[in-house]
């Protein structure tokens, strides 16, 4: 009898006792705050009053974004969060309650009660441990695809090098760790099952996928994996079978139906209850974008970008593109794929949608188990390769670390050449390390800009002729942001480009003097050559009026020049400037600006020309809509 590997244990448990040193270790001061102040009031109002009413929780706990004040008249306060995490967050509050745990912070008359305290702690405790359970879920559906190795390579893949971690670990008030559990534990029991006709088993699935989409609404994408295989099996039953068959199959597909509303129908109460619909986008019906899809900035944005910020994913989408190409794995491979798809296009019309701030993309937190199969066929496949062809295999390695090592040693060489690493006398070693390291980077960064990026920087570099070092300041926020509720249209400080400072400088693409000059008192970006070029991504292209800011530059103070502005191949104005600062504003023709990346085309005749900023100013109120 072969002696089962103790491995898995070891690595797993590695990477729960990392977990809990993050968790203990985390900088943030609280447990709960942000998104996750509102996620966990759920939890709160469940553990502590026994009810989904949140009106007692906004006055003692807080509300910082002001959402006790209904949608409109007769409806409840609202919460632009889902409950679903509450499911797992309120029986530790109430097990924390029992035993008497921090019993001065569970008097509901204490503020502290909400946001500090080892009651909450507890409840924290409880993402922690679904984020663990995760990279296990991870493993267990690796194993049955491929060999232990590189089962526990994907699992320790998500479970250390993804944004699993940081949402299980330091930011377990968000609800991304518990809805990735869920995510893997409707498709590990999926998988497992997979052609089955039991009604237990569909029921099952129909709940699993139903608390998936309970965590965050936009799970339910991964419901294309039962709905497929259901299809298929429809489609085989209707051609081999008798009718009888067929009518039972229907059935299975009603009960998945009914289990996965049922399990999802709190969240739709809660949007009856707080927005008078059982369908509901909390934020409003703008906030998805559906016309602007970014699915370049989601995956290699600089803001937030899943391939850019989190490498090892470049394993798993290549992992999951290659099995599902492969005839033996299509059939668990495909949906998967189609269900990741989907929510990295859901992800991409979100109105912020690289997630404000945070590590990574958060709303792919959701990936852990797909990337993770991705991840594991990918390892399988070169462990595969290696043991056909050891000595490519120590060659390819031996080529590895030597490019690792080299690369760090030329980076230091350079760092003590130029003097940005201390070395002719004791210092302290990070400072070694930052410099030898931000050399490095930075070498490649001006050579060929982010190669995490070239699958969008590229593309986009030839198609505006520029260096793929400015697609980091083409895809994020942008210029013109509104928030998506239109109180602010748009955000204060937003709404300006200066080119002549920060990161507003890679806007500059062609024709402008490689450093800025203070002019008129002002920080600007000089032409050098009769024509110049700058790309400007806007967020919003409403803006009613373009105000621009600047003045020639010459050793006559009153040296004259020419300028003609084209914005996206349209003529906007052409203006004559005499030495003193200038500032141009034009109304734009309909459609001259546009969502995204803007091309600006500056001919300059004359003495050069400084300018020092572009302001984007609003339509009036009333123009701007709903």
Same mark, same amino acid.
């Given at each position: 009898m072969q002696r089962a590997s103790s491995w898995p244990a070891v690595v797993l448990g590695l990477i729960g006792v990392a977990y809990v040193l993050g968790f203990l270790g985390s900088p943030w001061p609280l447990r709960v705050h942000g998104d996750g102040h509102y996620t966990y009031l759920w939890a709160r109002s469940l553990a502590f009053d026994g009810d989904l009413d949140?009106?007692? +929780?906004?006055?003692?706990?807080?509300?910082?974004?002001?959402?006790?004040?209904?949608?409109?008249?007769?409806?409840?306060?609202?919460?632009?969060?889902?409950?679903?995490?509450?499911?797992? /967050?309120?029986?530790?509050?109430?097990? @924390?309650?029992?035993?008497?745990? *921090?019993?001065? $912070?569970? *008097?509901?008359? &204490?503020?502290?009660?909400?946001?500090?305290?080892?009651?909450? +702690?507890?409840?924290?405790?409880?993402?922690?441990?679904? #984020?663990?359970?995760?990279?296990?879920?991870?493993?267990?559906?690796?194993?049955?695809?491929?060999?232990?190795?590189?089962?526990?390579?994907? @699992?320790?893949?998500?479970?250390?090098?993804?944004?699993?971690?940081? %949402?299980?670990?330091?930011?377990?008030?968000?609800?991304?760790?518990?809805?990735?559990?869920? =995510?893997?534990?409707?498709?590990?029991?999926? *998988? &497992?099952?997979?052609?089955?006709?039991?009604? =237990?088993?569909? @029921?099952?699935l129909g709940a699993l996928f139903g608390l998936a989409a309970l965590m965050r609404p936009q799970c339910a994408v991964f419901a294309v994996a039962p709905a497929l295989e259901w299809l298929g099996g429809a489609w085989r039953t209707l051609r081999r079978e008798p009718p009888r068959a067929w009518l039972a199959h229907v059935?299975?597909?009603?009960? !998945? $139906?009914?289990?996965?509303?049922?399990?999802?129908?709190?969240?739709?109460? =809660? /949007?009856?209850?707080?927005? #008078?619909? /059982?369908?509901?986008?909390?934020?409003?019906?703008?906030?998805?974008?559906w016309e602007h899809p970014f699915v370049d900035g989601v995956l290699f944005g600089s803001t937030g970008g899943l391939l850019t910020w989190t490498p090892i994913a470049y394993l798993g989408v290549v992992g999951l593109v290659w099995a599902a190409a492969r005839r033996r794995s299509r059939a668990w491979a495909v949906p998967t794929l189609l269900g990741s798809g989907l929510l990295v296009w859901l992800a991409s019309v979100v109105w912020d949608w690289w997630g404000a701030s945070g590590f990574s993309n958060r709303r792919l937190t959701e990936l852990a188990l797909p990337l993770g199969a991705g991840i594991a066929l990918c390892v399988d496949r070169v462990l595969a390769w290696g043991r056909r062809h050891p000595r490519r295999a120590a060659a390819a390695v031996g080529t590895a670390v030597l490019l690792a090592f080299g690369?760090?040693?030329?980076?230091?060489?350079?760092?003590?050449?130029?003097?940005?690493?201390?070395?002719?006398?004791?210092?302290?070693?990070?400072? !070694? /390390?930052?410099?030898?390291?931000?050399?490095?980077?930075?070498?490649?960064?001006? $050579?060929? #800009?982010?190669?995490?990026?070239?699958? $969008?920087?590229?593309?986009?570099?030839? @198609? %505006?002729? &520029?260096?793929?070092?400015?697609? *980091?300041?083409?895809?994020?926020?942008?210029?013109?942001?509104?928030?998506?509720?239109?109180?602010?249209?748009?955000?204060?400080?937003?709404?300006? &480009?200066?080119p002549g400072s920060g990161l507003h400088a890679l806007y500059l693409v062609e024709g402008f003097e490689p450093r800025a000059r203070l002019v008129g008192g002002r920080l600007s970006a000089v032409t050098s050559t009769p024509r110049a070029r700058m790309l400007v991504p806007l967020f919003m292209a409403d803006a009613a009026l373009l105000e621009w800011r600047w003045a020639t530059v010459g050793a006559d103070r009153r040296a004259r020049a020419r300028v003609a502005v084209r914005w996206n191949g349209r003529h906007v104005f052409t203006a004559d400037l005499d030495g003193e600062p200038t500032v141009h504003r034009v109304a734009p023709e309909p459609g001259t600006l546009r969502v995204g990346i803007n091309e600006i085309e500056i001919d300059v005749s004359g003495a050069p020309v400084a300018l020092a900023e572009i302001v984007l100013h609003a339509p009036p109120r009333a123009a701007r809509g709903p």
């Open positions: 949140l009106s007692n +929780d906004y006055a003692l706990c807080g509300d910082p974004w002001s959402l006790r004040e209904p949608a409109r008249e007769g409806l409840g306060p609202r919460n632009l969060w889902s409950p679903g995490p509450a499911l797992f /967050w309120t029986p530790a509050l109430l097990f @924390a309650r029992a035993l008497g745990v *921090d019993a001065g $912070a569970i *008097d509901p008359r &204490v503020r502290a009660a909400c946001t500090t305290g080892r009651a909450v +702690d507890v409840a924290m405790g409880t993402t922690l441990l679904l #984020g663990w359970l995760t990279v296990w879920l991870v493993y267990r559906f690796a194993r049955r695809h491929v060999c232990t190795g590189a089962a526990l390579f994907a @699992a320790a893949g998500v479970g250390l090098c993804t944004m699993l971690p940081y %949402y299980a670990a330091l930011l377990p008030s968000y609800g991304h760790a518990p809805a990735a559990f869920c =995510v893997a534990v409707a498709l590990e029991r999926w *998988d &497992v099952g997979r052609g089955s006709r039991r009604a =237990v088993r569909w @029921a099952l059935g299975l597909g009603l009960l !998945f $139906a009914g289990t996965a509303l049922l399990c999802f129908f709190p969240q739709m109460w =809660v /949007w009856k209850r707080t927005y #008078g619909d /059982w369908l509901a986008v909390p934020q409003g019906a703008h906030y998805m974008r690369g760090w040693n030329w980076a230091a060489m350079f760092a003590v050449a130029e003097g940005a690493a201390p070395s002719a006398r004791e210092e302290r070693w990070p400072l !070694f /390390w930052r410099a030898i390291f931000e050399r490095g980077t930075t070498g490649v960064w001006n $050579a060929v #800009g982010n190669p995490l990026a070239w699958p $969008a920087s590229l593309p986009f570099a030839i @198609a %505006y002729r &520029v260096h793929p070092r400015h697609w *980091d300041a083409m895809r994020g926020q942008g210029v013109h942001y509104h928030e998506f509720e239109p109180r602010v249209v748009p955000r204060a400080g937003e709404n300006a &480009v200066h």
